[in-house]
């Protein structure tokens, strides 16, 4: 079976995406609970790099949605597709209908160097262009320092240019 490549909704064209194992998933999966395993409060999907900047993408929260009229649990992506909700559209309509009702949903989140920038989207296209803009802004932030007289050193202390 030939896996689908995820659809960007935006060129990522000079950033590098180095994505955890088994990732990323088919291009009919981009929603975060599909992301989610099982027993982890959070797990890392990717990191995003682009001039030396870097921003992690992780899937965080618990989840649990529940189906009442077959009686069963999915605690993560892998039980969503096991139980036939193996792709967006069909998952979106469960919910929609009402045949899924979540009591705990996961997300995506961006880190620094471990820091939250409590930064949450559903869908891993929205965490992308959410570490898109973060790292272009980064990038300009750094480029504005530098033609103020103030550059960084290896231990990324300021110190001013001569």
């Known amino acids: 079976m030939a896996i689908k490549p995820i659809q960007f909704l935006e060129d990522m064209t000079g950033y590098e995406v180095v ?8 291009g009919d999966r981009t929603a975060s609970e599909f ?10 999907i990717c990191e ?12 965080d929260g618990d989840m649990s949605y529940y189906n009442s009229k077959d009686e069963f649990y999915c605690d ?6 096991a139980r ?10 469960a919910v929609e209908s009402e045949e899924l009702r979540h009591d705990m949903n996961p997300w995506f989140d961006m880190y620094v160097c471990g820091e939250h920038l409590d930064c949450v989207t559903h ?15 980064e990038i300009q932030n750094a480029k504005t320092i530098e033609n103020c007289g103030i550059s960084l050193n290896e ?5 001013a240019v001569a």
């Not at 994505?19 to 088919?26: E, H, I, Q």
């Not at 993560?76 to 597709?81: E, M, P, Y």
């Not at 296209?125 to 802004?137: R, V």
């Not at 231990?155 to 110190?159: E, F, L, R, V």
């Open 19 to 26: 994505w955890a194992s088994g990732l990323p998933l088919d």
């Open 48 to 59: 995003v790099k682009k001039d030396g900047f870097a921003v992690d993408i992780y899937c």
């Open 123 to 137: 869908d891993i296209n929205e965490a992308l262009q959410s570490a898109k803009a973060f790292l272009d802004e």
């Open 155 to 159: 231990t990324d202390t300021p110190m």
């Open 84 to 93: 036939g909700y193996d792709t967006d559209k069909k998952f979106t309509d």
């Open 76 to 81: 993560d992506g892998v039980d969503l597709i």
């Open 35 to 44: 992301y989610k395993v099982s027993g982890s409060g959070s797990t890392h």
